[in-house]
Each structure stands twice: as structure tokens, then as C-alpha cells.
């Protein structure tokens, strides 16, 4: 069944370092991709997306490119700050639309100042 | 706006029990979602609804799990004979439709089963 393996944390990161989260996917069909962010207290928000091979989604400065080839959608960010630190969760949606996410375990982010 | 609001924010229950959990979605939004995440399993599908039907169960984990909406609107999830593994954050989410792509989430419900 369709599946998203992504690096396990916690990771640890000073401000302005920069960050790369690994997200890989298994699916049948052409998934949508997501990558959610949990703050600490609060509910799971949609930080970016892409739709379609070779789309890139961005957001807050954060970027992560669908890669086909590689069944990738990896996240980064050229410069992490203090307010970055949450749970990040890479997602596939289903049958091309959202009708079921299928979550990856999650990535623990704390940036230091 | 208001966004999905969920209730009760926390619920202890004794094993046998049952529950029953609330989400209110976004007004206008077809269609909802019920997810678990727990710290063994991570981020669980459970059922989804488009208007008040409900085409995809598959991800309950049990018959002791079930779920209805009315109106279009507000949703429960019941779970009967609550079990420990049972215990978990119950997230719910809504969306314009199936096909927006963007969930909204709400801050979930945190059970205990003791």
C-alpha cells in the first residue's frame, strides 16, 4: 500500500544553519504531496505542496521539489530560526486528491539560539 | 475565522467504557476527516465523509469504532468498550472537498483509557 518513510529525529540545528528533512514515498497512481508542521501546542497546520512531478512547493522559506524519478520530496530551509522548532510531517495524498493522507512518522525540529 | 474546533480537549475514561468525540468543521467545508496519532503508530487515516456519507472506512481499527455526520456538518466518532490501545490523540479535519488538497486541522481530542 502507499507509504512515507521520512528521516527519523530529533534533530538539533543553531539559527541560521540549514536544514534538510528527507521525505521518500511508495504509491500507486500520481500522489499529491504535503508537508505539515505541528508547533508545540497547536494543531497540525499544511506548510507546503506540491501536486504534480517536478512541482516545487514553498513556503515560509521552507522548499521541497516532488521528484518522480526518486520518489522524493524532500524539505529545506537555507536558514533555520528559533521559531522553525516543531514536529514536521511529510504526507501523500491519495488518488490524486486529499481524500486520505498517509502520514510519515514525523521529524522533531529544535534550533537553538 | 473560526477554524475546527473539536470536543471534549481531554477525556480519561475507564477500559469498557464508551466515548464519544465531537468535531465541529469549518463552516462550508464537505468534507471531514477523523485521524489518530499515537506514539506507537504516528499519524493514522481512520474514516473520511463527503457531505454526510462516509465512502471510505477502511482505516477504523475495529467495529468497537464508528462515526456519523449530520447535516454536513458536525461529526462524532463513538468508540464502544474502550480498550488501552485505544488511548491516543483523536485529530479531526475538514476541507472545501475531497479535492482541495488542503486539510484544516483541529487541535484534538486527548483520550486515556485506564
Redesign the interface.
Known amino acids: 500500500g502507499d507509504s512515507v518513510t521520512q528521516m527519523e529525529g530529533p534533530v538539533t540545528l543553531s539559527e541560521e544553519a540549514f536544514l534538510t528533512i528527507n521525505c521518500t514515498y511508495t504509491a500507486t497512481g500520481y500522489p499529491s504531496l504535503f508537508w505539515y508542521v505541528q508547533y508545540p501546542g497547536e494543531g497540525l497546520q499544511l506548510l507546503l505542496k506540491a501536486t504534480k512531478a517536478d512541482d516545487k512547493g514553498s513556503n515560509k522559506g521552507f522548499e521541497a521539489t516532488y521528484r518522480k524519478e526518486t520518489t522524493s520530496f524532500h524539505l529545506e530551509k537555507g536558514s533555520v530560526q528559533v521559531s522553525d522548532s516543531a514536529v514536521y510531517f511529510c504526507a501523500l495524498g491519495t488518488q490524486g486528491g486529499s481524500e486520505k493522507l498517509v502520514f510519515g512518522k514525523g521529524t522533531k525540529l529544535t534550533v537553538n539560539p | 475565522g473560526a477554524?475546527?474546533s473539536q470536543s471534549p480537549s481531554n477525556k480519561v475514561t475507564e477500559k469498557g467504557k464508551d466515548v464519544e468525540l465531537r468535531c465541529d468543521p469549518i463552516s462550508g467545508h464537505t468534507a471531514l476527516?477523523w485521524?489518530r496519532q499515537s506514539l506507537g503508530q504516528?499519524?493514522?487515516?481512520l474514516i473520511?465523509f463527503q457531505g454526510n456519507s462516509a465512502?471510505?472506512k477502511s482505516?477504523l481499527p475495529s467495529d468497537r469504532f464508528s462515526a456519523e455526520r449530520t447535516g454536513g456538518s458536525v461529526s462524532t466518532l463513538t468508540i464502544q468498550r474502550t480498550q488501552q490501545e485505544d488511548s491516543a490523540v483523536y485529530?479531526c479535519?475538514s476541507?472545501l472537498s475531497?479535492?482541495?488538497?488542503?486539510?484544516?486541522?483541529?487541535?484534538?481530542t486527548r483520550l486515556t483509557v485506564t
Open positions: 477554524g475546527v476527516y485521524y504516528g499519524l493514522e487515516f473520511y465512502p471510505d482505516g485529530l479535519a476541507s475531497i479535492t482541495s488538497y488542503e486539510q484544516y486541522f483541529g487541535p484534538g
